[in-house]
């Protein structure tokens, strides 16, 4: 399988008014590494986008605040969409990732890259 360069962006928050919970839309593109710095990466770059959804029950457990919320959220995702493509060599269109972890926060999110221009090779 050839690898691919997956490079995030800027994220927002989407949650709909009324909704018990928050979701935060990633953005990110995905380009094969044998094409990286070639002069068709740009016509051959795919735009992706990531939109993972938290309970407000289980973030008001975890006890963290807007900001460490976002890279955990970012990690979460990040490794489900390292998974999926591991898993099927693709990604269809627009992801989605639900959390469902335990009641301890599962990442320490001082450790977290920043996303926007986070790039990583799969």
């Given at each position: 399988?050839?690898?691919?360069?997956?490079?995030?962006?800027?994220?927002?928050?989407?949650?709909?008014?009324?909704?018990?919970?928050?979701?935060?839309?990633?953005?990110?593109?995905?380009?094969?590494?044998?094409?990286?710095?070639?002069?068709?990466?740009?016509?051959?770059t795919?735009?992706?986008?990531?939109?993972?959804?938290?309970?407000?029950?289980?973030?008001?457990?975890?006890?963290?605040?807007?900001?460490?919320?976002?890279?955990?959220?970012?990690?979460?995702?990040?490794?489900?969409?390292?998974?999926?493509?591991?898993?099927?060599?693709?990604?269809?269109?627009?992801?989605?990732?639900?959390?469902?972890?335990?009641?301890?926060?599962?990442?320490?999110p001082?450790?977290?890259?920043?996303?926007?221009?986070?790039?990583?090779?799969?």
């Amino acid at each position: 399988m050839k690898k691919i360069l997956l490079r995030f962006g800027a994220h927002e928050n989407v949650t709909k008014s009324g909704k018990d919970g928050t979701d935060i839309l990633f953005k990110f593109t995905m380009v094969n590494t044998d094409l990286v710095g070639s002069p068709d990466e740009t016509i051959k770059t795919t735009s992706k986008r990531m939109t993972v959804s938290i309970s407000r029950t289980l973030r008001v457990t975890w006890g963290i605040d807007a900001d460490d919320l976002m890279l955990i959220l970012f990690e979460i995702g990040r490794r489900e969409i390292i998974e999926r493509l591991r898993q099927k060599g693709q990604l269809s269109g627009d992801e989605f990732v639900i959390v469902q972890q335990e009641n301890v926060c599962p990442f320490d999110p001082k450790r977290i890259q920043h996303p926007d221009g986070f790039e990583e090779r799969v």
